[in-house]
């Protein structure tokens, strides 16, 4: 089993910041790619943003240029940095990542959530 403990989300207004944070806990033999995704009011769940174990990393196009994510591989982390917010932007953000618990078996786990809301 792995826990994800999401933090940082809250309410600001347009055109400012806020920084996720998530991390993965438990019998974690090796992490693979790291993500968010995000689920707007009344919407569809959405990928924001994905890094591999690698480094690689992949946006959304609405977020390219405003958000930023990275990982902490010693402290099993990854963050989402989130610059010039903007109202649609409003939505849940979930953390996924793919992790094994030994070699050639892999698992896939969500976190609980956290909201972000962008308004004046």
């Known amino acids: 089993q792995v826990q994800l403990v999401e933090s940082g989300g809250g309410l600001v207004q347009p055109g400012g910041s806020l920084r996720l944070s998530c991390a993965a806990s438990?019998?974690?033999?090796?992490?693979?790619?790291m993500g968010w995704y995000r689920r707007p009011p009344g919407k569809e769940r959405e990928l924001v943003a994905r890094?591999?174990?690698?480094?690689?990393?992949n946006y959304a196009d609405s977020v390219k240029g405003r958000f930023t994510i990275s990982r902490d591989n010693a402290k099993n982390t990854v963050y989402l940095q989130m610059n010039s917010l903007k109202p649609e932007d409003t939505a849940v953000y979930l953390c996924?990542?793919?992790?094994?618990?030994?070699?050639?078996?892999?698992?896939?786990?969500w976190g609980q959530g956290t909201q972000v809301t962008v308004s004046s």
């Open positions: 438990g019998s974690i033999f090796s992490i693979n790619a």
């Open positions: 996924n990542v793919d992790w094994s618990p030994g070699p050639g078996v892999g698992f896939g786990s």
């Open positions: 890094i591999t174990s690698g480094g690689r990393k």
